[in-house]
């Protein structure tokens, strides 16, 4: 697969919970070892991508495919061998808070891998440092601050370097040094194993610093653009050029304010 | 007949929190009765106006619409102004709210609801077992021995003080219960009898099912439930771990292994509460007491409360996990869980005990 290839394709996308369509409709590609931004307001289905594209959700109508694979529809039997080349920073972490971060990082490297525990042990040692975590390797998940549970659940995601990982939010809540060190990690992931990384965020200094592509979605889970990051800033569409400019958005349809109903000024 | 005169209402220097009680009764007294009022709201004399006069004045627009009337401002202070631009409000109608379902709606939501959780009964269950006969067989799937010892000391050894005291005290008021009428009869020595073979078929399994059900199923539905709203199960089926395998095998293989040794300190303990009534208030000799119980009592008896024990025991926890595994909400549904739980486990005990006393007494 060449890099310009998309490792995830997405087409015709559909899907939601309970009766409620959340995504609608929504065709993108992710390229191979470049990193995506997903940007856009708060319930515009952010997260429910990413849990399409791991297969968490299964789509109303259209396809997610991921390296050629649709996840939702593998058996048992071949869905954990797909899934190991995947990994996902959930927006609260989602630890195991049963037991300590060394274990959490380590869970994934012995139910996909041989590798002795020593060199599981190292592994887990290594990501943990790389995320700024290696002095909290034996304390529980609840014993961590907000940032620190991100951080460990990074390591977590990043722990089988897999080909693509999703993060959903990573330095929300994070002070601004620590967010740009993620940022970083982020970068060399890219550059050292061609990782192919998808991030949701709102932040724009992270996005000017690592995104190549960005996806922006709307209210009602609509594709307001799919393209390179620095196209996107001459995209005519006004949401993409307000996130952009960092202007105030547009207030929602079908209100107005308290003036101007009682001076009989709403449009109907 | 409605009075045509126009309603006029001139508010200030405040509409806050102190004057937005006045002003409420003045509105609704103005317009009691009227219809299609013609309303003039003058605020040019307000120079403070918080969030509740901001609401006074919509609710008053809204009052007006309602009774078919005009609403017209004819005037506004920079304060009046500032907090009615803050506030933006619905100019549309709202999505009506979801009618409340009705009588056979009703009745076929609980009849889905109940398909399912037993779909989901039988998927756990065939999933559970698929996964413990891989785990003794597979060596890179095995099942870890330490989660099922921690299991086994959190379902089982930290109940036997609790089962234990329970059965003494249920062995010893049957037994006195008991002792009064046979003593009548001067059939005393047949306390040993009723006392062995109520304790070891029905009460023994019972309590501790009960038991067990009140403290370690629910225990199971709180933990996967909760691991459900924190995204812990997405997280494990994100990595492809199975959740099944990996929080219910261990909780399966822990009770089925403790539940009959529980049954088995709790039988002991009943009877031992009915040879105290027997040695103490019927004047039995210890010996006479064993030697009737060891007559009456048969294998077979101690077998049928050790199979019923595992059969509760296989309830509880599958129906802990399927509650847990289905929550909804936040901590409102891990509440409802853990209940739902415990009065479903204890149901599904009651009855299965049912069934095994028609099936063992035909099967005689």
């Known amino acids: 697969m060449a890099d310009a290839d998309p490792i995830v394709v997405i087409d015709r996308l559909t899907a939601g919970y309970g009766d409620r369509a959340i995504l609608k409709d929504l065709s993108i590609g ?16 952010k997260s429910t991508l990413f849990k399409c594209i791991v297969g968490l959700l299964r789509p109303w109508s259209g396809s997610v495919r991921v390296a050629g694979q649709d996840l939702a529809a593998l058996d048992e039997d071949r869905l954990p061998r797909a899934l190991a080349r995947v990994g996902l920073l959930f927006q609260q972490g989602a630890l195991l808070n049963s037991v300590p971060v060394r274990e959490n990082v380590a869970l994934p490297l012995r139910e996909h891998t041989g590798l002795p525990e020593p060199v599981i042990q190292e592994i887990v040692a290594l ?19 907000g940032g620190m549970r991100k951080r460990a659940a990074l390591a977590r995601a990043m722990a089988l370097d897999p080909d693509l990982l999703l993060c959903d939010e990573p330095s929300a ?32 200094p992270s996005i000017e610093m690592i995104a190549d592509d960005v996806v922006f ?5 609509v594709l307001h653009y799919a393209g390179p990051v620095a196209e ?29 109903l009682m001076r009989q000024e709403c449009e109907s | 007949m409605s009075d045509p005169s126009p309603v006029e209402f001139s508010w200030g220097p405040t509409l806050d929190r102190e ?4 002003r409420y009764r003045e509105i609704q007294q103005a317009l009691r009765g009227r219809t299609a009022p013609e309303v003039r709201l003058d605020l040019r004399a307000v120079n403070r106006m918080d969030s509740s006069g901001a609401a006074l004045c919509h609710l008053l627009h809204q009052q007006v619409l309602r009774q078919k009337g005009t609403l017209r401002l004819v005037g506004d202070s920079d304060a009046a102004r500032e907090a009615l631009s803050l506030f933006r409000v619905a100019s549309k109608e709202p999505v009506p709210p979801r009618a409340p379902a009705g009588f056979f709606q009703s009745i076929g939501d609980s009849v889905v609801r109940a398909v399912t959780a037993l779909v989901d009964l039988l998927v756990l269950l065939t999933d559970t077992l698929h996964f413990t006969g891989k785990g003794l067989v597979s060596r890179r799937e095995r099942i870890k021995a330490g989660a099922v010892l921690e299991q086994m000391v959190r379902i089982g050894l930290e109940s036997v003080g609790i089962v234990a005291l329970v059965s003494l005290l249920v062995g010893l008021t049957v037994a006195l219960q008991s002792a009064y009428q046979l003593r009548q009869f001067g059939a005393n020595i047949y306390l040993a009898d009723l006392i062995g073979i109520a304790i070891t078929r029905e009460m023994g399994p019972l ?50 292994l403790t539940q009959p040794l529980l049954t088995v300190v709790a039988d002991s303990l009943g009877i031992f ?5 027997a040695t103490t208030y019927l004047d039995i000799s210890a010996r006479a007491f064993v030697d009737q119980l060891v007559s009456a009592l048969m294998v077979k008896d101690l077998m049928t409360g050790l199979v019923k024990s595992v059969a509760f025991a296989w309830i509880i926890v599958f129906v802990g996990a399927q509650r847990g595994f289905r929550v909804t909400g936040g901590a409102e549904g891990v509440g409802k869980a853990t209940t739902s739980s415990v009065v479903i486990s204890l149901f599904g005990v009651i009855a299965a005990d049912a069934f095994f006393s028609l099936l063992f007494y035909f099967g005689d």
């Open chain 1, 30 to 45: 992710i390229r191979q070892a470049r990193v995506t931004a997903v940007v856009g307001p708060s319930g515009c289905g």
């Open chain 1, 127 to 145: 990501k943990l440092e790389a995320v700024g975590l290696s002095h909290a390797i034996d304390l529980l998940p609840a014993e961590l601050s």
């Open chain 1, 173 to 204: 809540g994070l002070d601004p040094p620590t967010a740009a060190d993620l940022d970083a990690l982020i970068l060399r992931l890219k550059e050292t194993f061609r990782m192919t990384v998808v991030v949701v965020t709102h932040e724009l």
């Open chain 1, 217 to 221: 979605l709307g209210r009602g889970g």
């Open chain 1, 232 to 260: 996107a800033r001459r995209c005519p569409i006004p949401e993409v050029m307000d996130f952009f400019a960092r202007r105030p958005g547009t207030r929602e349809e079908g209100t107005c304010s308290l003036l101007d």
């Open chain 2, 19 to 22: 004057s937005v009680p006045d």
């Open chain 2, 207 to 256: 309590i501790t099912a009960i038991l067990i059900a009140g403290r370690s199923g629910s225990s199971i539905a709180a933990e996967i439930s909760t691991m459900v709203i924190t995204e812990e199960v997405d997280a494990l089926r994100v990595m492809g771990l199975n959740p099944s395998r990996f929080l219910l095998v261990p909780r399966f293989l822990g009770i089925s």
């Open chain 2, 273 to 277: 509460g009915g040879f105290v009534i």
